[in-house]
């Protein structure tokens, strides 16, 4: 996962726990450099994700998530990753669905403050569902694997980021919809330049 991703995870949920907001739309202390390097530089796309023209599409490249097209796949698919958590029971709901599943050992190291296990793309299918990663792919038009080993990196590091004590607090679903509402006012104002 790229240093980048966990920034940008790290402050939104920061911003949101400290009640700080910004009047533009732009995430704090460069934040938005980081977020315009993952988008390739403000190219529009259909469907409403400024910067995200054609990266990650059939047949293109999107190899690591750092930075180039695999990071405008990842900012892509953030906000729908985030509101897959909050549909599904919020933090508290997803972690149970990942233990349900079998991959206990996995979200106790996403809550933990040690490093993150791997979640196999293949548990993604089984976690988030097929449909839903059917439905995803066709949205983004983006192949359905490279959305399940995409959701693979994100939804840990979104575990993460919402429990940096090592344990879930209480206001994480709260946290969580701040950092969505104010990664979504970044994007629309990015799609307005």
């Given at each position: 996962?790229g240093?980048?991703?966990?920034?940008?995870?790290?402050?939104l949920?920061?911003?949101?726990?400290?009640?700080?907001?910004?009047?533009?739309?732009?995430?704090?202390?460069?934040?938005?450099?980081?977020?315009?390097g993952?988008?390739?530089?403000?190219?529009?796309?259909?469907?409403?994700?400024?910067?995200?023209?054609?990266?990650?599409?059939?047949?293109?490249?999107?190899?690591?998530?750092?930075?180039?097209?695999?990071?405008?796949l990842v900012?892509?698919?953030?906000?729908f990753?985030?509101?897959?958590?909050?549909?599904?029971?919020?933090?508290?709901?997803?972690l149970g669905?990942v233990?349900?599943?079998?991959?206990?050992?996995?979200?106790?190291?996403?809550?933990?403050?040690?490093?993150?296990?791997?979640?196999p793309?293949?548990?993604?299918?089984?976690?988030?569902?097929?449909?839903?990663?059917?439905?995803?792919?066709?949205?983004l038009?983006?192949d359905?694997?490279?959305?399940?080993?995409?959701?693979?990196?994100?939804?840990?590091?979104?575990?993460?980021?919402?429990?940096?004590?090592?344990?879930?607090?209480?206001?994480?679903?709260?946290?969580l919809?701040?950092?969505?509402r104010s990664?979504?006012?970044?994007?629309?104002?990015?799609?307005?330049?």
């Amino acid at each position: 996962m790229g240093n980048d991703f966990g920034q940008i995870l790290g402050s939104l949920f920061g911003q949101a726990r400290s009640g700080g907001h910004s009047a533009s739309g732009m995430p704090p202390g460069g934040l938005g450099d980081l977020l315009g390097g993952m988008l390739g530089g403000g190219q529009r796309t259909p469907g409403g994700l400024g910067g995200l023209g054609g990266l990650g599409a059939r047949g293109g490249s999107s190899s690591g998530l750092g930075g180039g097209k695999g990071g405008a796949l990842v900012a892509m698919l953030l906000p729908f990753a985030m509101q897959w958590v909050q549909r599904n029971g919020g933090l508290s709901g997803v972690l149970g669905r990942v233990q349900q599943k079998g991959y206990s050992q996995q979200a106790a190291s996403w809550v933990s403050t040690g490093p993150n296990q791997d979640l196999p793309p293949e548990a993604v299918g089984e976690i988030v569902g097929t449909e839903e990663l059917s439905r995803l792919s066709k949205q983004l038009d983006v192949d359905e694997s490279v959305v399940s080993s995409s959701m693979a990196q994100i939804l840990p590091e979104v575990v993460n980021q919402l429990t940096p004590d090592g344990n879930v607090p209480d206001d994480s679903d709260d946290v969580l919809g701040q950092g969505l509402r104010s990664l979504e006012l970044f994007l629309n104002s990015s799609e307005a330049r």
